[in-house]
């Protein structure tokens, strides 16, 4: 059961119960990430994120570890474009201790100037990782140019430059700027009793301060584009994309199933035709990404230079039928079902319901349940479902990408034309 409760100083505090479990995730979640960052802090959020754990008042980096080892838990955290989670697993008997050991990072931290260098090499090392990680790189490129100039293209981790000049003043600022009681809240799930972990709540945060300012938000524009970004690779990797719809999107879900249907899984469109029948990739897959008031949705394949243009062509096909004709009876029922699948399945864990009811807080400020999902999956229909790609799937609202070595070849603005028929 989903209870619900907020302290004095407006920190909310949300638990799920689940009876036949053992453990517990309890997290610490910021409505802060990137998205709230300029472009000189761009990197700030991320880079606070891991200095809680390099020391507070009272512990170590050392001693933050060896007490969570101790219980054999697990304490991590996480940076995204809108909001930031600091989490501990534990055994649930030992939930107490890890709501201490968290509010502590949270509240204590002291920012030691040699952690916080130490720190930023790490932090460039992650920026260097995903630089050498084609499949996740080339959708860094196309976010940096399709929402140009929207903090929203910001990338999490930042770049080398906005890292390299992040001093001890401006990460201490930035925190006392958005960690306030209006943006935190308490998510916890498994053996967890709510009456308790708020008590302990408002004695652990009680005193965080709010600042009582209205989060303005304005949503980014597409900034339609083919582009070839050169890097010495074996294959090239391609990413196409086009706008999405916001977590409130009233036609969200048919989005959902359009996404599933498209390239969500093994016995989707683009898996099915590029993979199976053509052999022409060993990875394609659609995702979509979904934030307050925007989102997109990218199509990502690896695959020979020989074969680019066969891969392109392939996929255009199928985004211009599904954006006249839609699905196929079959097809929107197995992607229905394969989407209630995935969510039951998702949410065998404490952390992945902890994460649930995390994200309904920021987007939707209610519980919303796994029947009202599953219902509104249901209503999907294919003219919904048309309605959204013949929208989206428009050449002067998409974005191409391509990273990896031509050899001379170019790739134009005609290979979306096909769309605009």
Not at 165 to 182: D, K, P, Q, W
Not at 214 to 241: D, F, N, S, T, Y
Not at 293 to 317: F, H, N, P, R, S
Request: glycine share 8%.
């Amino acid at each position: 059961m989903v209870r619900q409760g907020v302290l004095s100083n407006g920190v909310r505090v949300l638990s799920e119960t689940m009876p036949d479990v053992v453990s517990a995730t309890t997290g610490i979640w910021v409505e802060n990430g990137s998205r709230y960052e300029t472009p000189a802090q761009n990197g700030v959020s991320h880079f606070i994120e891991h200095l809680l754990f390099k020391g507070t008042r009272r512990r170590t980096a050392a001693q933050i570890a060896e007490e969570i080892d101790a219980v054999g838990g697990v304490l991590n955290a996480f940076t995204s474009k809108e909001y930031t989670c600091y989490y501990a697993k534990v055994l649930g008997e030992q939930l107490e201790m890890a709501n201490e050991l968290l509010a502590d990072l949270f509240l204590n931290s002291v920012f030691d100037p040699g952690e916080i260098e130490r720190e930023r090499q790490v932090v460039l090392q992650e920026i260097s990782q995903a630089e050498d990680t084609p499949d996740d790189f080339v959708h860094e490129i196309f976010n940096l140019r399709f929402w140009q100039g929207h903090s929203l293209a910001l990338p999490i981790f930042g770049s080398v430059e906005t890292v390299n000049t992040i001093s001890r003043e401006a990460l201490l600022a930035f925190m006392n700027e958005r960690y306030r009681a209006e943006r935190v809240f308490i998510a916890a799930a498994g053996m967890v009793d709510h009456d308790r972990l708020v008590r302990q709540s408002e004695r652990l945060f009680g005193e965080i301060a709010g600042n009582g300012r209205q989060e303005v938000l304005r949503p980014p524009a597409e900034r339609a584009m083919v582009l070839h970004h050169g890097k010495p690779l074996e294959q090239v990797h391609l990413c196409i994309g086009a706008p999405g719809l916001g977590q409130s999107d009233p036609l969200r879900y048919a989005g959902y199933v359009l996404n599933a249907a498209l390239g969500g899984g093994m016995s989707s469109r683009l898996f099915q035709e590029v993979r199976e029948r053509r052999g022409r990739v060993y990875s394609i897959y659609s995702s979509t990404a979904s934030f307050h008031d925007c989102g997109y949705l990218a199509i990502y394949a690896g695959t020979k230079l020989d074969w680019l243009d066969e891969v392109l062509e392939v996929t255009v096909k199928e985004l211009a039928d599904i954006a006249r004709r839609g699905l196929k009876p079959q097809e929107l029922e197995r992607a229905k079902s394969q989407l209630k699948g995935n969510m039951l399945l998702g949410l065998e864990s404490t952390e992945s319901r902890m994460n649930r009811l995390a994200r309904n807080e920021i987007y939707a400020r209610r519980d919303i349940s796994l029947s009202e999902v599953a219902g509104a999956i249901d209503q999907v229909a294919n003219d919904q479902v048309v309605e959204i790609a013949a929208s989206c799937f428009a050449p002067q609202r998409m974005g191409v990408v391509v990273l990896g070595d031509l050899k001379g070849k170019t790739i134009g603005a005609e290979v979306l034309s096909p769309l605009g028929r």
